[in-house]
């Protein structure tokens, strides 16, 4: 990933260093579980342990000749180990090294994507309760329905995104798997037992059936999931986007002293995170495309997963980092205009109860459909600056069904605000 996008603590785990030290841990582990069990001389595993490194500059330099990263990054240890480092490697293949170093790799990235998600469900937490009854207009098809509050469209994408945390959480569990079990599968040299030993030191769960490689799917699922937790910013970003234009003018990003929003127009103030967020999300889909078609290889193993994982795990983790953060200041210094929000309803001319109106002409004795008639046929007809209010006093199919307290009632708002703070505390209490 770029560095535009990358934040220190995600960048670090996903570095050519975190690599290549992810793999020592592997090959460390394999050998402490082979001395225990007798399978290398046990005083070798001290000595190896006390001597390993590696140098990222060697291991380029051998893999030059050798065409292999695995065997050079192994050469490389061997080295600088001496005589004992005949026994890094010892009965394994590649991917037993490369599978278990990923896994360990995402679960050490993992908790770290999770701090950022949790910072971000804080902040929308915070604001749900902040404007719980700040009345606004619901849209349906980007046209007023009927009134909602701020505050719940906020609750439900906190909702949204504690299902993002749980499906995110299932999809890291699925991925805390290592195999120690050969060219494939069949513990022709190392055991079940030995591999059990490893994941054990290592954090992890043996693969249940592995051919040379863990199974894609496991990597797709949290791909996917990632995908998915992209989506739901992106969803919260169209919305604040939406908000922010110039004609609805409801909640705006915070704009910093200095900040410039474009190079020619001296006055504009642009949506620029959620605008940028929108198109990491572009990219997280893609990646998730990218770790499904990986699913389907070759009998026991092709390599052709391997160029795509080198680039869509680190930037999906980095990405999803980067947009979880970004996401979080945006709604910690959201600026929210209330009045504008108030005054954008009656754009509508008291369109937004209509739904009430109808309810209202049934009980007092009309079929849904010639009160639905009456109350679309006095909204239509409304004439620039009139309201539905004082027009259904006027109209005749509707003057006889209202007096000025069932208006003055069902205009309120009052109904629309009468559960939502319960819908909003229901949401907020659910915990990721």
């Known amino acids: 990933m770029i560095e535009r996008y990358t934040r220190p ?14 793999l020592m841990e592997v090959e460390l ?30 291991i380029l330099e051998i893999e030059k000749e050798t065409k292999h990263d695995i065997i050079a990054f192994v050469s490389n240890l061997a080295e600088n180990v001496g005589e004992n480092g005949r026994y890094f490697h010892y009965g394994m293949t590649s991917s037993d090294a490369l599978d278990t170093a990923l896994s360990l790799q995402v679960q050490k990235a993992g908790p770290v994507l999770m701090q950022s ?9 915070l604001q ?14 980007g ?31 699925q991925m805390a798997v290592g195999k120690i079990s050969g060219a494939v599968g069949t513990y022709s040299f190392l055991k079940p037992d030995l591999e059990k030993k490893v994941c054990d030191i290592l954090g992890l769960k043996p693969e249940t059936v592995a051919t040379q490689v863990v199974p894609r799917d496991r990597h797709a699922e949290l791909m996917t999931a990632l995908a998915l937790l992209g989506g739901g910013i992106e969803r919260l970003s169209v919305e604040l986007r939406h908000l922010q234009r110039t004609e609805v003018s409801e909640a705006y990003e915070g704009f910093t002293p200095g900040q410039k929003g474009s190079s020619a127009m001296p006055h504009k103030k642009n949506p620029i995170s959620s605008e940028n967020l929108t198109g990491c999300a572009r990219l997280l889909r893609s990646y998730a495309l990218a770790a499904l078609e990986n699913m389907a290889l070759w009998h026991e193993r092709d390599i052709s997963h391997s160029s795509a994982e080198r680039v869509i795990f680190p930037d999906a983790f980095i990405l999803s980092h980067y947009a979880c953060e970004r996401m979080a200041r945006v709604i910690e210094n959201l600026e929210v205009d209330k009045e504008r929000m108030l005054s954008n309803m009656d754009l509508s001319q008291g369109q937004l109860f209509s739904s009430h109106l109808l309810l209202h ?6 079929s849904r459909e010639e009160a639905y008639r009456k109350v679309q046929a006095v909204s239509h007809g409304l004439q620039p600056g009139e309201h ?11 003057k006889d069904f209202f007096n000025q307290q069932s208006v ?25």
């Open 117 to 125: 998600l949790h910072s971000l469900l804080n902040a929308l937490k």
């Open 9 to 22: 603590p995600m960048g670090q785990l996903w570095s050519q260093q975190a690599r290549f030290q992810c």
């Open 128 to 141: 749900a309760q902040e404007y719980s009854d700040t009345l606004c207009s619901g849209r349906t098809h």
């Open 408 to 432: 003055d009632e069902i205009f309120s708002g009052k109904r629309h605000l009468s559960v939502v703070q319960q819908v909003i505390d229901k949401a907020l209490g659910d915990q990721p």
């Open 29 to 58: 582990a394999v050998a402490k579980a082979q001395a225990e069990m007798g399978i290398i001389p046990k005083e070798a595993y001290p000595d190896m342990e006390k001597k390993a490194s590696f140098q990222i500059e060697r």
């Open 388 to 398: 539905l209010k004082e027009a259904l006093l006027k109209a005749n199919e509707t």
């Open 143 to 173: 046209m007023h329905a009927e009134p909602t509050t701020f505050g719940l469209k906020l609750a439900g994408f906190y909702a949204e995104f504690v299902r993002h945390h749980k499906r995110l959480q299932k999809a890291l569990e």
């Open 361 to 366: 002409m049934v009980d007092q004795g009309l």
